[in-house]
């Protein structure tokens, strides 16, 4: 397990931080909440966490990565079969980000839990959040608090559950 949550890690610290995270396939927990990384520092973190199919708990909370940021953890969550937990709230990733991840979590068999609490994720990202989780009969916890999903988008959550 490895724990960087509340240290004002900016994008050259994740630098390091991806670093440390080579060749570390063993690693089942990985927390950098409430830091500063940014776009370039979510795409080196998830670079190497690529490479750790054994993740089963992935918290990147606070960390304004953004759409961009978000696609780039999408692409390591596609190799990740024991997924179980995300957490990727206050982070904007807007409909673009939703997308993504949904499309990255399509196969996925162990997700339990996903929060994507204030994203700025609207209508159209509930409808793939939507169809994603429709066949996902493992999962008991889905936050999407402060997000503009409005009347049709949670229609479509409500369908998917």
């Not at 159209?124 to 996902?136: R, W």
């Amino acid at each position: 397990m490895l724990f960087l949550d509340n240290n004002r890690i900016t994008e050259a610290g994740a630098i390091n931080v991806a670093e440390c995270l080579k060749n570390k396939q063993d690693l089942r927990v990985f927390n950098i909440d409430n830091n500063h990384i940014g776009i370039n520092g979510a795409a080196k973190v998830s670079e190497q966490l690529k490479n750790n199919y054994g993740l089963s708990k992935l918290y990147v909370d606070a960390n304004v990565i953004g759409a961009e940021g978000c696609e780039k953890l999408a692409e390591c969550m596609e190799m990740m079969d024991s997924l179980k937990k995300v957490c990727i709230e206050n982070n904007d990733i807007g409909d673009k980000g939703a997308i993504a991840l949904s499309k990255a979590l399509e196969d996925n068999d162990t997700l339990l839990s996903l929060h994507l609490e204030n994203n700025n994720i609207s209508r159209e990202g509930a409808y793939t959040l939507g169809e994603m989780i429709s066949n996902k009969y493992k999962l008991s916890k889905l936050n999407l608090n402060l997000n503009p999903i409005g009347d049709e988008g949670f229609s479509r959550i409500a369908r998917g559950i």
